[in-house]
């Protein structure tokens, strides 16, 4: 994709997103118009893999263009470190102006996002025009505001009923008995007004630079709490019911960690779930919106992804963090000048491979030393392939999943195999039946995590 201007790039990512909610990915049970759109426009990857099933070190790891177990980041307690250079800063240097609007989690333990969202360490991470906003549950469990979106409920009246709702969600649990709907209006709920600031962003950006937007939404993710304008629309809906598995071949450490909630109970955070979609969804539209009200469509590539899936009762399991397909893939869907559209990928993505796709599109250089992969050629129907296997990491786990089979090795020594092939529910660990398989994908996984000095 030879450009003689810069385009403009927009990526829209949003927290926790499994990859199977999407209308345009069959899910008719969720109405995702906008994304559907964009995929319409463009192309929609079926197996994009996060490199982390937990917030800070998958956007670390894609801030980064490296695998965030290379960084030592192997849960949330981690930051992005001082001496990488994240995509960002390389299109600031490249004369690209830089904005954010949402959530970041590059320096997850420093708690103070600052009153506008723009303390200082951002400038450092290439953002020219910061707006960083607390999570959700950054923002509802803090006795004061932390950042915009908190000052911005304060200056409303609206922190206070905010935060004693979150404090009393927590106290039962942030699933059993917290997935009622937001006490806030429409448009106080945080993703909306994550979607109004992207979209002013848009509205008031001079058009003598290209620029680089990065929205990150703090939904889907739990408590399951949209606002009652959403949540009414599903309060009845079908949705399908989790997978269920016994015990047998699931690790002590992730049997532990089943909930035992009922067929209805888990129908209940399911239509929440969807109703949080729907909202990011109708903010996706307004921000593309006013892309095409600038007449910038034809300049601007557009990305939508997510951090990580939520396991949403399947399994008996809630959140991420385990080695899974629906904690494990996200939704990704690309669209832009060069872009052949109503296209649907197989190829095998990693997360990390959106930052030199993006430096790839604006015409960077590639970048030495990244794991991640430019895949800039697949969009631009070149190639059909990516990568042979992807790779996924947290304390507990390391993982290489190719089409057919994802091995997961654990730090308690126990190995998971699943044939995804004629498994892809991950009912039966075939590790113990398939020793040539398991050898294999051993010999790989220590490939891919090897790290030299």
């Known amino acids: 994709m030879t450009r003689t201007r810069r385009p403009n790039l927009l990526f829209i990512m949003d927290d926790q997103h499994r990859h199977d909610y999407l209308s345009t990915a069959g899910a008719s049970f969720v109405s995702t118009p906008n994304l559907d759109r964009l995929a319409e426009r463009g192309i929609r990857f079926t197996q994009c893999i996060t490199n982390a099933p937990v917030c800070a070190p998958a956007r670390i790891g894609l ?101 004693a709702d979150y404090a009393a969600r927590g106290a039962r649990g942030w699933i059993e008995g917290a997935s009622h709907d937001s006490v806030l209006p429409e448009e106080a709920f945080e993703d909306v007004y994550i979607g109004r600031r992207a979209a002013e962003w848009i509205d008031g950006v001079p058009d003598d630079y290209p620029w680089h937007l990065f929205v990150s939404f703090v939904g889907p993710h739990d408590p399951f709490d949209p606002p009652s304008t959403y949540a009414d629309r599903y309060r009845d809906a079908a949705v399908p019911p989790a997978v269920r598995s016994g015990p047998e071949g699931k690790p002590g450490w992730v049997n532990a960690h089943r909930r ?165 529910d991950e009912r039966e660990n075939v590790a113990a039946d398939r020793p040539d398989t398991v050898r294999d994908l051993r010999r790989r996984l220590r490939q891919r995590f090897h790290f030299p000095p």
Request: some cysteine; glycine content about 10%.
């Open 63 to 163: 801030a980064s263009g490296l695998q965030p177990a290379r960084l030592g980041c192997l849960d949330n307690n981690c930051y992005l470190p001082r001496h990488i250079t994240p995509y960002y800063a390389r299109l600031r240097d490249a004369g690209y102006r830089v904005g954010c609007v949402g959530k970041l989690d590059l320096a997850k333990p420093d708690p103070y996002n600052g009153r506008r969202g723009d303390r200082p360490r951002v400038f450092g991470w290439g953002f020219t025009h910061p707006v960083e906003c607390e999570g959700k549950m950054h923002a509802g469990m803090a006795d004061e505001p932390r950042g915009p979106y908190g000052f911005w409920l304060q200056e409303q009246d609206l922190f206070e009923r905010f935060r």
């Open 260 to 424: 035992n909630l009922s067929d209805d109970e888990v129908a209940v955070t399911r239509r929440q779930y969807c109703a949080a979609i729907e909202v990011i969804d109708n903010q996706v539209g307004r921000i593309i919106d006013a892309v095409e009200r600038r007449g910038m469509g034809e300049d601007t590539f557009i990305v939508f992804a997510s951090d990580h899936g939520e396991m949403l009762g399947d399994h008996g399991l809630y959140t991420k963090s385990v080695p899974y397909e629906a904690a494990l893939r996200v939704p990704l869907v690309a669209a832009g000048p060069g872009i052949p559209g109503g296209r649907t990928s197989d190829a095998l993505v990693e997360l990390i491979d959106v930052n030199p796709t993006l430096c790839a599109l604006a015409g960077l250089p590639a970048q030495e030393g990244l794991d991640a992969r430019d895949f800039s050629a697949v969009l631009a129907g070149e190639r059909s392939i990516h990568r042979e296997e992807a790779a996924s990491a947290l304390r507990q786990f390391r993982l290489v999943r190719t089409t057919e089979y994802k091995l997961a090795a654990h730090e308690t020594g126990e190995t998971e195999l699943y044939d995804l092939a004629n498994d892809p």
